[in-house]
């Protein structure tokens, strides 16, 4: 029987119960550690990702699929009749959507390839919406829709601890980095309209603070929350500060707490701390 199947980017936020219960195909990124790479989801974790990172001679690598990755897949899911809908992590940190976007033309399966504005939790908020959408026999417009709706509610707060991995990864300028890590300048980013925004400078864990407090408030005088999630790179220590703050305001909502992938954490470095939910 004709059906929509869903495929995605490995940056996508979805716990393994979610992608079993809605069959989502994953199509992994890959990250090369001091000359040897590694298959997100398949010969690397996001657990084991951080340590790695700290111990490497240099910044790792993060590269998208492959296309031939996406054409195996679009062609294995279509061979019964089933239509694809493909969605992707936002353009402005990865040519994913473009691989994705070639990939559709090389394949007789009806894909369509669909940029979430977004990334980690965030995606996947869209990516289990748009499944339960199909589920109920929705087509691939109303899915899309449903995505639509859910970024347009959703918020994404990225604290960075530490300027290194953007100063080696090209994005802040070395001066500024060692000026910065000198002043102990910690950063806020919040990531809308598929791009990411410098929303708060601040000198050290108190200027942080004062911004997830702000952040809170903020929520908190919002419309409600429907999902919630934090993601980091073994940032425990303010992970378990801003869970409790979470989990005082909203104790019947589950917050899902994860290390994020490989690619997100080579950009963010270590202590990265990201805040994402969407409401009502």
């Avoid at 980017?9 to 195909?25: F, R």
């Avoid at 965030?122 to 995505?147: P, T, W």
């Avoid at 801003?242 to 994860?258: G, N, S």
């Amino acid at each position: 029987m004709s059906q929509v199947k869903i495929v995605c980017d490995s940056s996508a936020g979805l716990t393994e119960e979610e992608i079993k219960k809605y069959q989502i195909t994953i199509v992994p990124l890959t990250v090369m550690i001091d000359d040897t790479i590694y298959v997100e989801r398949e010969t690397i974790t996001n657990d084991q990702f951080p340590e790695m990172m700290k111990n490497a001679k240099s910044l790792p690598k993060t590269s998208q699929p492959p296309i031939g990755k996406f054409v195996d897949a679009f062609d294995k899911l279509g061979a019964d009749g089933s239509e694809v809908l493909c969605v992707t992590m936002m353009e402005s940190i990865s040519g994913t959507v473009h691989a994705a976007e070639q990939a559709a033309t090389m394949t007789k399966t009806k894909v369509t390839v669909y940029d979430s504005q977004t990334t980690d939790q965030g995606m996947a908020f869209q990516i289990v919406a748009a499944a339960k959408v199909l589920e109920d026999g929705g087509s691939v417009d109303d899915a899309i829709a449903k995505m639509k709706d859910v970024l347009n509610k959703s918020k994404l707060y990225l604290a960075i601890d530490n300027l290194d991995n953007l100063v080696a990864g090209g994005r802040v300028s070395k001066f500024a980095g060692a000026l910065s890590n000198l002043l102990n300048i910690k950063i806020m980013l919040q990531v809308y309209g598929g791009q990411i925004h410098i929303i708060m400078k601040g000198r050290g864990t108190k200027a942080i603070h004062k911004e997830w407090d702000r952040i809170l408030k903020e929520m908190a005088d919002g419309p409600r929350p429907v999902r919630i999630g934090i993601s980091h790179v073994e940032g425990d220590k303010e992970v378990n500060r801003l869970k409790a703050a979470v989990e005082e305001r909203y104790p019947d909502i589950p917050v899902v707490v994860r290390e994020t992938v490989p690619i997100i954490a080579t950009h963010t470095g270590m202590g990265a701390c990201c805040l994402l939910y969407y409401t009502e």
